[in-house]
C-alpha cells in the first residue's frame, strides 16, 4: 500500500530548523518525514558556531522570537543527550572607548524594555569575567541569556527524538512538488522516488528559495557568507561569547560588501572560534585572507594573548539572508499545505526551537507562541523579477 | 645568511659548506618582485621546474619549509651530521645532484625555511603565495611572494589504515621510517616489521636493513599480480622493474621475507611494540579467520602508499581527479596546467608516480610557463620527449596506483575501540556510531559529529579511514583535502598581513 507509510509532513532541509520542525511536529502527534540531499547538518548548520543570542538583537519581531527560543533551549537541553554542549555561558559585549560604551548602554535600555537582561559592566571588572582582556577597554555589557550549542549534534539529536514518529531520508534530493487540481500539496517527488503528504515545510536554509521555486513561488533567500578562524586546542581563556559593540551594526546591515567584527569564544573541546564576517559574494568558496586578516586582528585586539596563537583551520558557511533580516516562517498562502521556516540568516540555530513550535502549532491548527505576521513568506511577492521571455 | 639584502639568497649549498639551520626571515625578496614564476616546494618536480625556468630566462623563486632542497625522496642529513655517503640511501642521487648543482649556478631566489600556507589570485591575475618562516614557521614577519605564474610541487604525505594498537610507541609511518634514516640516520627499532602496501615498503626495508636492523617481514597487502595485468606499461618502464628488482635483491641478500595479501592486523605490547600479528587477506583485503600469526618485533613501520598533498590547489578551486587508488590528484592538461589559469602543477601533485616522473613533469610544465610568459607557443623536440617520457612514466604510476588500492575489507581489522583518528581519541565506534545512528553521510559530517579530523594534523592521519567508514560500505568519497592553511599560522602573523601589497614597480600615471 503506497500511503500506509506516508508521513502526516514532509520537512525539506535536515539542518537544525529542519530538525527542530520535525521535532515539535512529532511532539503534537504528527509523523514526519525530513528529506535532504546531503547528510544531518550539511549545510550552514555545519558551518555555525551555535550561538543562542539575545544580546545582538534590537527590540522588535526577531527579538521576541530569540527570547521564546531561548526559553525553548534551555528545556531542550534537559531532554537532548550531553553531547548537545548546551551552556548558558553568557555573552560579554565590550566597547573600546567612552562613545562606544554610551551607544551599548541606550541599546542595553531599549533590549531590557523587550524583556533582554543586559549588566553594565565597567572597564575595570571586566577582568572578574574575562582575564585576558585587553586592559585599555572602557567597559561592557554581560549578557546572561545568551548560550551556545554545537549545531552538528543539535540537528542530529533533535531528529533522534520524536518515539519513532521522524524517519529522516538523507542522500535525497527534492526534485519537485507534488500538487493536486487545486494547486495543493500532495507530496514531493525526489531522486529516490515519491513521498505522499498534505503539508511540506521548507527549512532548506539558504537553499529556500530553490525550494520554493519548485513550488512555483518567490522567496528572495540569498547567501551571506561568513568566515570562521579556528584555533589550536586552549585551556579556557575566553570563558563567555565576547565580541566588540560594532557587531550588532553589521548583523542589522544589509550592505553587500565585507563586514567584519570580533567575535571571540571558546569551545569546551578547546579551540577557540573567531568570527564574524559578512559578505554577499554568492556561493563563492575562495578563501579571502583579508577576511583572515581582520579576523585576526580583532580578536587579537581583544584578547592580546592570542597573539601567539596558531589558526589551525578555517571554514565558511552561507547564512541565509533575506532582504528584511527577518525570517519566512509560517504557511504561504500561494500554496496551500506549503510552509516556510528559513532565511534565519545567522541566527538559525537560536531561532530555531521557536520556528519548529510555530510550524507545528500552524500544522495542527493551534496558537503560535507570538504573531507570526513579520514572518509571513509572501512578503516579497512584489519584489519579484519578471518572468524571462519564453522560448 | 651572508647576502646582503639586495642580493638574491644563495641556492643550496654543496654538502660541505655549513648551512644554517634556521633561515632568516626575508625581507629582501621583495626587491625582485613579481617574479615571473613561484615555486612551492623544493623536491625533485620544484626543483627540476625552477631550475629549468630559470635557465629559459625567467625570474624564479623557488620556496620550501625545509632548509634544504630535495625534498622527501632525496631528504638527506644536515651538513653539520657530517655524512661520508648520504647518497648510499638513495636512488637516483646523481640527478638529483646535478640539479642542485644547476640551482647553485642560476638566479634562482632560493627560499628555503619559507611555510606556504595559502596561495591567493589577485585581482589583476598575478598570484600571491602567503608563508611564515622559520623552522617551526614561527620565526619572523610573514612573507609575501608575488609572481605572474605559480607552479605546485607540494608532494605528497603517507596514507595510513588505523588498526588496533597502533598508537603504541614504536610504530612509525613507513615514511616517516625512510625519512628518519635519510635525515638523521636513525633507525625506529632493531627489528622492524615493514607493513602496508605500495612500492616504498620494499624500499624502506632495503634501507632499514642495509642500516643494520633485522627484518623479520614485509607484510604487503596487495598481491604484484595487478602489475603483470599490464604487460604494457610495464615493458616500456624496464627501469622501474629494474628498481623492483634491486630491492628484491637487497632483500634477499638481508633473508627479508615478503608475505603478499597479508597486513599487519594488530599490535601487540604494554609500554611498546612487543610484537605483531600478520593475517593473510582475502581480494577485497578481509582478514581470513584463524591465519593470524605473531611476529616478535621491536618496531612497526607502515604506510599505504601516498596522498597527494593538494590543499593549496584544492583551496583555489582547482579541479581534482580521483586517481585509481582512491586518492585525489589535481586534474592537469597535456602541459601541467591545473583548471585554473596560470596555475600548474608537477610530481606527486597530479598522482604519485616518483622522483623521475616528478622531474619530468617539472621540466615540462616550465617549458609551458616559459611559453606562456613569452608568448611563444610549447611545442618543439625537447617538449615533445618531456610529453612522451611524462606519459610513459605517468602510465606506470597508474598500473601501480590500481595495484595498491585499499580494499573495502581493510574496514574489518578495526575494533570499535581502535583510535582511529589519534588527536582527538576518536574510536572507530565512535565515527560507526555517527553514520549508523546519526545521520552522517560523509567525512564531513562524521567529523562535525565526532571531531574526529578535527586535531593538530587536521585528517591527514585519519582521513582515509573517516571516508571509508562514513561510506558505510558504498564507494568511500577521497577526503575533500579542504584545508585553507596548508600549516598552522599563528593569529598574530594572520592580523600583519597588509591589506594591499605594496607594488614594487610603480607605474608612471
Redesign the interface.
Known sequence: MPTRNAPDVIVVG?GVVGAACAHYAARAGLSVTVVDR?????GTT?AGEGNLLVSDKEPGPELELALISAGLWRELAELLPPQVEYEAKGGLVVASDEPGMRALRAFAARQEKAGVTGREVPGDRLHDLEPHLAPTLAGGFHYPQDAQVMP??AA??L??TGGGRIR?R??EEVTGLLTGPAGEIRGVRTTAGEIHAPYVVNAAGTWGGALARLAGVHLPVLPRRGFV?V???LPRVVRHKVYAADYVADVASGSAALQTSAVVEGTP?G?VL?GASRERVGFD???S??V??R???G??ALFPV??????????LGFRPYLPDHLPAIGPDPRVPGLLHACGHEGAGIGLAPVTGRIVAACLTGDEPPLDIHPFRPERFADTEPPAPPAP | MTASPSEPEPSAPEPSAPEPSAPEPSAPEARREPYDLAVVGAGSAGLAAAVTASELGLAVALLDASAQTGGQFHRHPAPTLGARRPEALHHDWSAFTDLRRRLAGSSVTHLAGHHVWSTVREDDGSWTAHAVTGADGTAGRPARIRARTLLLATGAYERQLPLPGWTLPGVVGAGGAQAMLKSGLVLPGRRVVVAGSGPLLLAVASSLAAAGARVPAVVEAAGYLRYVRSPLALLANPAKAAEALSHGTALLRHRVRVRLRSAVTEVHGTDRVEAVTVTRLDADWRPVPGTGRRIACDALAVGHGLVPQIELATALGCATRRLPDGTLGLALDDLQETSERGLWAAGETGGVGGAELARTEGELAAHAVAARLLGRRADGDRIAGLRRRRDRLRAFAEVMSAAHAPGPGWQDWLTDDTDVCRCEEVTAGRIREAVTELGARDARTAKLLTRAGMGWCQGRMCGTAVSCLAAHGGAPEPPAERRPFAVPVRLSALAALDGEPDDPHPRAP
Open positions: 535536515a546531503g547528510p544531518v547538518a550539511g555545519g552538528a549534534h542530529a539529536r531528529l533522534r529522516p538523507l542522500g578562524l584555533t589550536e586546542p573541546a579551540p573567531i568558496r575562495t578563501l585572507t583579508e583572515l586578516r579576523l585576526a586582528a580578536a587579537t592570542l597573539g601567539g596563537v596558531r589558526a589551525i583551520r578555517t571554514y
